[in-house]
Each structure stands twice: as C-alpha cells, then as structure tokens.
C-alpha cells in the first residue's frame, strides 16, 4: 500500500529541492482528471457478462473488450475539444434560456466528434414523447419509465433551475448543461443501442436531478440571504 | 509537501461485499466512482486516450478477479490503484517501438530564476511539458509527484533499482522546470514519443 509522501519521502528528499518539489507534487496533484470515454461502463459490463460475473483469472483474457467494435482513436485534446465545443453550445442555450430566446441550438450543424458508438434507432428527449424505441423487451419497458421521469424532471425544472446568482453556482449549472448537451448528442445518434440508450437516459434522469438540487441549493441560499437581510433591519 | 491522491475515496460500507455478491449494479458503483483517477493515471502514463481506455477497461477486470483476495488490509482504493497503475505499466513495456530510456540531449544546467518556475505554471504548460517526457521518466514523475508512491515502491512496480527511480526524477524534474522556464526550448512533444497533445 501507498501512503501519502510527506513523512516516509523525507529522508529520501534532497533538503535544497523541497521547495520546488513541494510545488511540483502541488501543481501535479491539482491537473485536472481527464473524463474518459462514455461508454466505458457499457464495454466492460458487455465483458463482464461474457465471461460471467464474478470473472476468474481464468476468463480475463478472453474478456478483454469484447461485445463492442473497435472504438476510433481520439486523443484527450480532441475530446477536451469536443467538450469546448458542447461547452459554448451549452452556454448559448443557456444564455437563450434566461432571455427569453426559444432555443433552437438543435439547428446547429453536427459536431465533429465521432462518439464511438454503434447499431440502431435513436430517440432524442425531444421525441421522447412522441417516438417510443422500436424494439421490445424489459430494457425498452425500463428506457421508457426513465423517458418519462425526465420529461417529469425537465418540467420541474423550469420552476426551480439555479438562476446562477453567484458564479459557482453558475459554473456547476454550466457543467451539468455542458453534459446534458452531450448526452442528448449521443441519443441523437442514429446507431445508438437500446443498451447505450437506458444507459443514457438514467444519466439524463441524474443529471436532471442533480440541477433541480442546484436550484432547490440557490433558492435555500436566496431565503437565507432574505432572512439574514431581515435581522439585519 | 502534502498530496492527496485522486484515488483517495471510501467506499460505502458493504458495497464491496455487494460486488463479490455477484450484484452487478454494484459494480457498475465502483467502476463510477473510480473509472475518472483510473483512466487519468492511464492517460498520464501512456500519453494515449485510446491505451488508456483499454487499460482502464482492463484495469476493472483485474479487479473484478482479484477481489475475492482483497483482504481490506490497505483501503481499498489503494489496492484498486496498485492494479491501475500495474496495468498501465505493463502497457508502456509492451511498447517495443519506443525507446523505455530517455534519449533526448539537453545541457544539464539549470536556468537561473529568481522564483520557482513550477509554481507559477499553467496547468496547461505543465500538461505539454509532462507529454513531452520520455514515457518512463513521465511514469515516474508522475508516480512520485501525483500519486505519492516512494523511490522503493516505484522500483518495485517497474522492475527497476531505486536509483533508477532517483535518477529519473531528477532528471524528469529538471528537463520539467527547464521547459516551463524556457518554453521555447521544450522539447516538441511531437518529435518526442507521446501520441496525445495535452488540453490547451
């Protein structure tokens, strides 16, 4: 097991090089984390279920990626790329939403980004309400239970999403806007699976949660705000 | 100096237990909560989005595997991380077309500076000047500094002498200070041996 250096690295330490080594393990330890592939979950449950579960040493090689194509190489700068890009589509849509502007950022051409995804028929939360998935089965009777929570979720939204009074709260809005986007990009691919599909619509479902807890957040902080206002007068 | 892993996460308690239950959704838990350190460390080590998502992927059938030897002597997330960090060194030895020692020429003097450079580096300075690292010196400045291990544990897990790991991190951490200083000198990570360019 590792522990944290501090106290077991002294002695191996150059006394003259703390200071900047103390800043290096700083500035490294605070890079940001890369996010990884969406379908990481799907890929390796699809590998899991192969091999059975729990696997056995036995099994691991022979469910090493399986169940999944190949996916295109794509290097973290063109992902971080991609999401610059969801990022100002998100921004935009957000900036659409607070003036009153309809949104039709869906008119936007296709972003470039190659999702890595494959097979049929694709639902965005748009026709969600209209276009039921085609195929059958417990995952599409699960899919559509989760359709219509955040159909449910979306219209709560609109009475209590964060007004981004404070730039964090703004921020944290922003970023689930900016995964939500992705999300609904990755429905609206054509190829998507009815797995790829649930799986993406339980993370609308908890993103959408998460906004609604971001406002219920922001209007907690407005009352309190009010009331400190109050006993202050 | 103080550094607190990625990694650093409790788990709830009987969720393991869950998982060498057979409960798949409990997996699909532990996988949520670790897949981002996992993979950053893949991506930090090996410079390639695509490698590391496959030594992530691969990574979490290790574990899958080996839980049932999981003692709970060390936290979890410790343990989880050794097997990342195993999985992602077996890849960067695998690759026989890159060099594993640095091979760059570069004058061992370091410039002058009336404060430290590395304190003042944008993240993003700090990301190109690490891809351009060799991919061993990078592993283990990044072992080091990023993740805490010591000289001893780096050695263990690449099979190398302690002061091999000293060396590296020396000289890691001085072609590191030297490109963020003089930016214009930094190797050109695309002569050097990584694949990705690093987030601007």
């Not at chain 1, 993406?200 to 993103?207: A, D, F, I, S, T």
Request: hydrophobic share 40%.
């Amino acid at each position: 097991m590792s522990v944290m250096p501090t106290d077991r690295r002294a002695a191996e330490t150059n006394v003259h090089d703390l200071p900047a080594s103390a800043s290096l393990s700083h500035a490294l330890a605070t890079l940001p984390l890369f996010d990884p592939p969406s379908d990481g979950w799907l890929r390796l449950r699809a590998s899991i279920e192969k091999g059975g579960f729990p696997s056995t040493q036995s099994n691991h090689a022979n469910t090493r990626l399986t169940g999944l194509p190949p996916r295109p190489w794509r290097s973290p700068w063109r992902v971080q790329r991609g999401h610059r890009l969801l990022a100002v589509a998100a921004a935009l849509a957000l900036a659409a939403l607070l003036l009153g502007v309809p949104d039709d950022w869906k008119s936007l051409p296709a972003l470039p980004i190659n999702t890595g995804l494959v097979s049929p028929v694709g639902t965005t939360p748009d026709e969600a309400e209209h276009v039921l998935p085609s195929a059958t089965s417990d995952e599409n009777s699960q899919t559509e239970t989760l359709m219509a929570e955040s159909a449910r979720l979306q219209s709560l939204l609109g009475f209590t999403a964060a007004s981004g009074r404070d730039a964090e709260t703004l921020a944290i809005e922003l970023a689930l806007v900016d995964r939500m986007q992705w999300i609904d990009y990755l429905l609206a691919d054509p190829n998507a699976t009815a797995a790829t599909r649930e799986v993406l619509w339980q993370q609308r479902v908890e993103l959408l949660t998460q906004r609604l807890a971001l406002g219920q957040r922001d209007s907690l902080i407005a009352a309190s705000d009010a009331a400190t206002r109050e006993v202050t007068l | 100096m103080s550094t607190s892993s990625t990694f650093a996460i409790n788990l709830p308690a009987g969720l393991l237990d869950s998982v060498r239950a057979g409960d798949l959704g409990a997996f699909e838990r532990v996988f949520r909560l670790f897949q981002r350190p996992v993979y950053s460390l893949a991506v930090r080590i090996l410079g390639d989005a695509d490698e590391a998502m496959e030594a992530t992927h691969d990574a979490f059938l290790r574990m899958n595997s080996a839980l049932p030897s999981f003692r709970g002597d060390a936290p979890f997330w410790a343990w989880l991380r050794k097997i990342a960090v195993n999985e992602t060194l077996m890849r960067l030895r695998r690759r026989s077309s890159r060099p594993l020692t640095d091979s760059m020429d570069m004058d061992d003097s370091t410039p002058s500076s009336g404060h430290s450079p590395l304190e003042h580096a944008q993240s993003a300075e700090l990301e190109r000047a690490m891809a351009a690292l060799p991919d061993v010196t990078r592993s283990v400045l990044w072992l080091y500094h990023g993740e805490g291990y010591t000289h001893d544990e780096i050695a263990q897990l690449m099979g190398r002498t302690v002061s091999f790991s000293k060396s590296q991190l020396a000289r890691g951490t001085q072609r590191l200070r030297f490109a963020l200083t003089e930016p214009e000198h930094a190797p050109n990570p695309t002569r050097e041996n990584c694949h990705v360019s690093y987030a601007n």
